[in-house]
Each structure stands twice: as structure tokens, then as C-alpha cells.
């Protein structure tokens, strides 16, 4: 197969606790590249990505594992080709599965050969490989058979003194893969994650909720912030409140803005480091849901807005993909 170069939709993830960004080492970059293997003609129909689920679920089943947050964003523990790492639930990214460069190299991910593509996030730009799995576990439950991940070849560091102390995992199961589930129930205060695949969700009577469209490979929904109406896309990669561009954030009254003057602090992607104005909004409103107050942050890198996890940290909330709303309880 020719090389070539595939566009893939936008990632974002934003990071609070790693120190460094940098590009992948020249050395891991190689090796990914020695191990590759041919694309399958079915994968990639007139260049394009067409992406596969061989499913090893039942209709009906539950699947529940532990939730963790050690980045403060929602995350549990799988396997790929039976080797275990850490995944982020991620609905801001754009691939089903998509993991550090380092961390597909440890679990001997192939990549395929002249297959590529490019990411978007906070930070900027990043380069994308395409590389094949065998199989995906959550816990020790199989989940899914062949499949295609993508690998950023950027590395997160946390450091010391200009020493390189812990390496960062960054391993994310995207939008594309989890809106194939009927819903995915984020339980924070009993740290649980339950995947429902093929079964309806039965919402509690007194639930809040407030609804979703996905287009464009992003889930998005709509804010009221006094008489301004917000679309942002919801991320739970994302460990902040309302990322909101500065063009958006001028349109709303300064009454609704409680800090008159706004915070500084760096926030990390897969494109890099940005510095971000922080915070804090008198409250919005979120289909019945009321969010008081509300932490947003901007910066000259916003383009679209984007609801992250933090309102959510401490609740239970349901991505109901069938009846397209989340629940929050």
C-alpha cells in the first residue's frame, strides 16, 4: 500500500500535573517504525479510515471496573494485546483508542505501514501513527478483538531539577469507541464505571439530565449563562471547568463573572503547554441541570468551547447514547 497521509478528526486532552511535554524520543519513534505491519484494504476503503469493532461482548452485558482519577479525569485499568496499562475515558478524542508513543511501544502495538494522521490540541499540533491491536480488555474482561489505535509521539514527564522523575501514561478510549457502548455510567463517589453494551438505561425519576448531539466526531451540548446561549463540545479528558474562547467570553455580562480579575496557569496537551486565564462564572444552566458557580478558563489557543469534567468530579453521571442525553445524579 502507498504511503499516505490520513486527516483524522481533532484530539484534546488537558493536563494538569505533567511537568514536560516533549516529541517522542528519536529511538522509540524508530522502533515503532521497525514493527509494522501492512494495512488491511478494509480498514482504510479510498484512503480513508473506516473504523472496525469485533465485539466479544453479548447483547446486554455489564461490563463494571474500578474508576481512578490520578490526573483528576476519569480512568480505569485494560489491557491491549494482554498487556495491562491505564485508560482515560475520553470524550473529547476523536480516535477509539489512542495511546503515548511510549506506552505502545511497551505493549508491542505494530504500526501500520504509511498510514498517518494529525491531531489537534491544547498546545497545538501533534503527529499521529496508526497502529493495530489484537485485542482490548477492560480489567480482565474482553471486550474487543482487532482494532485500530492511534499513537501520538509526544512523551509527559513530571520533573525535577531538570530530571525527568515519573513518566506519564497517556492512554485514552475515545468518543468513537465508548458511543458504541448503550451507555457508560461514571460513578465518582462509589469509584465505578459501568459499560452497558446493548442495554437501555433506566434513568432515576430525579435525576437531572441535559441533552447531546454528536456531530463532527464531538459530543455537543448547550450552556446558559444568563441571556447568552453557549455550544460547547463536553470532554471528559479534560480536568477544568468551561474552556471558553475570549471572543465568546466577552459576549457575557460582567455581572455573571464573580473574579474581576482572572488567575494564570499552564495547561498541558497533546500539542504542548498553553497559558490559560482562569475563573469563576455565577452559574449555568445545562438542560435541568443548575451549575453553581461554574470555573472556566481562556486562552489565546480557544477556538471552540469546550465543557471539561471538573463539574462533574464528585457525581454520578450516565452517557446515555441511546436517548442522547447525560444524566447526572
Same mark, same amino acid.
Given at each position: 500500500?502507498?504511503?499516505?497521509?490520513?486527516?483524522?478528526?481533532?484530539?484534546?486532552?488537558?493536563?494538569?500535573?505533567?511537568?514536560?511535554?516533549?516529541?517522542?524520543?528519536?529511538?522509540?519513534?524508530?522502533?515503532?517504525?521497525?514493527?509494522?505491519?501492512?494495512?488491511?484494504?478494509?480498514?482504510?476503503?479510498?484512503?480513508?479510515?473506516?473504523?472496525?469493532?469485533?465485539?466479544?461482548?453479548?447483547?446486554?452485558?455489564?461490563?463494571?471496573?474500578?474508576?481512578?482519577?490520578?490526573?483528576?479525569?476519569?480512568?480505569?485499568?485494560?489491557?491491549?494485546?494482554?498487556?495491562?496499562?491505564?485508560?482515560?475515558?475520553?470524550?473529547?478524542?476523536?480516535?477509539?483508542?489512542?495511546?503515548?508513543?511510549?506506552?505502545?511501544?511497551?505493549?508491542?502495538?505494530?504500526?501500520?505501514?504509511?498510514?498517518?494522521?494529525?491531531?489537534?490540541?491544547?498546545?497545538?499540533?501533534?503527529?499521529?501513527?496508526?497502529?493495530?491491536?489484537?485485542?482490548?480488555?477492560?480489567?480482565?474482561?474482553?471486550?474487543?478483538?482487532?482494532?485500530?489505535?492511534?499513537?501520538?509521539?509526544?512523551?509527559?514527564?513530571?520533573?525535577?531539577?531538570?530530571?525527568?522523575? !515519573?513518566?506519564?501514561?497517556?492512554? @485514552?478510549?475515545?468518543? /468513537? +469507541?465508548?458511543?458504541?457502548? %448503550?451507555?457508560?455510567?461514571? *460513578? $465518582?463517589?462509589?469509584?465505578?464505571?459501568?459499560?452497558?453494551?446493548?442495554?437501555?438505561?433506566?434513568?432515576?425519576?430525579?435525576?437531572?439530565?441535559?441533552?447531546?448531539?454528536?456531530?463532527?466526531?464531538?459530543?455537543?451540548?448547550?450552556?446558559?449563562?444568563?441571556?447568552?446561549?453557549?455550544?460547547?463540545?463536553?470532554?471528559?479528558?479534560?480536568?477544568?471547568?468551561?474552556?471558553?474562547?475570549?471572543?465568546?467570553?466577552?459576549?457575557?455580562?460582567?455581572?455573571?463573572?464573580?473574579?474581576?480579575?482572572?488567575?494564570?496557569?499552564?495547561?498541558?496537551?497533546?500539542?504542548?503547554?498553553?497559558?490559560?486565564?482562569?475563573?469563576?462564572?455565577? !452559574?449555568?444552566?445545562?438542560?435541568? @441541570?443548575?451549575?453553581? /458557580? +461554574?470555573?472556566?478558563?481562556? %486562552?489565546?489557543?480557544?477556538? *471552540? $468551547?469546550?465543557?471539561?469534567?471538573?463539574?462533574?468530579?464528585?457525581?454520578?453521571?450516565?452517557?446515555?447514547?441511546?436517548?442522547?442525553?447525560?444524566?447526572?445524579?
Amino acid at each position: 500500500m502507498k504511503a499516505r497521509a490520513l486527516l483524522y478528526s481533532p484530539v484534546l486532552l488537558l493536563l494538569g500535573c505533567a511537568q514536560m511535554v516533549n516529541p517522542a524520543s528519536r529511538s522509540t519513534v524508530a522502533k515503532l517504525q521497525r514493527s509494522s505491519v501492512l494495512a488491511d484494504a478494509k480498514e482504510f476503503p479510498n484512503g480513508q479510515i473506516q473504523l472496525q469493532y469485533q465485539w466479544r461482548l453479548r447483547p446486554g452485558a455489564l461490563v463494571r471496573v474500578p474508576l481512578d482519577t490520578p490526573l483528576g479525569i476519569p480512568e480505569v485499568s485494560g489491557q491491549l494485546n494482554g498487556n495491562q496499562l491505564p485508560l482515560i475515558l475520553d470524550t473529547g478524542n476523536a480516535f477509539p483508542v489512542l495511546l503515548d508513543a511510549t506506552s505502545a511501544l511497551d505493549v508491542g502495538l505494530p504500526s501500520i505501514r504509511g498510514a498517518s494522521a494529525k491531531g489537534t490540541g491544547i498546545g497545538g499540533n501533534v503527529e499521529v501513527m496508526l497502529a493495530r491491536y489484537e485485542s482490548l480488555h477492560l480489567e480482565d474482561r474482553p471486550v474487543l478483538g482487532r482494532g485500530l489505535a492511534g499513537v501520538f509521539l509526544h512523551s509527559y514527564r513530571k520533573t525535577f531539577a531538570g530530571f525527568t522523575t !515519573e513518566e506519564i501514561p497517556l492512554n @485514552l478510549l475515545g468518543l /468513537p +469507541l465508548l458511543q458504541q457502548f %448503550s451507555y457508560v455510567t461514571i *460513578d $465518582a463517589p462509589k469509584k465505578e464505571v459501568t459499560f452497558a453494551y446493548k442495554r437501555p438505561f433506566q434513568p432515576p425519576a430525579r435525576a437531572a439530565s441535559f441533552p447531546f448531539t454528536i456531530v463532527d466526531g464531538r459530543m455537543w451540548v448547550t450552556l446558559q449563562i444568563g441571556a447568552q446561549t453557549v455550544r460547547a463540545f463536553f470532554d471528559t479528558g479534560c480536568g477544568s471547568g468551561l474552556r471558553i474562547p475570549q471572543l465568546v467570553l466577552d459576549t457575557i455580562p460582567q455581572t455573571w463573572v464573580t473574579t474581576p480579575r482572572l488567575l494564570k496557569r499552564k495547561a498541558m496537551g497533546v500539542g504542548g503547554i498553553e497559558i490559560e486565564h482562569v475563573g469563576l462564572l455565577r !452559574e449555568a444552566r445545562l438542560g435541568s @441541570l443548575r451549575i453553581s /458557580p +461554574l470555573e472556566f478558563d481562556t %486562552s489565546v489557543g480557544s477556538n *471552540d $468551547a469546550l465543557l471539561g469534567w471538573g463539574p462533574f468530579r464528585k457525581h454520578k453521571i450516565t452517557l446515555d447514547f441511546e436517548q442522547k442525553k447525560v444524566w447526572v445524579e
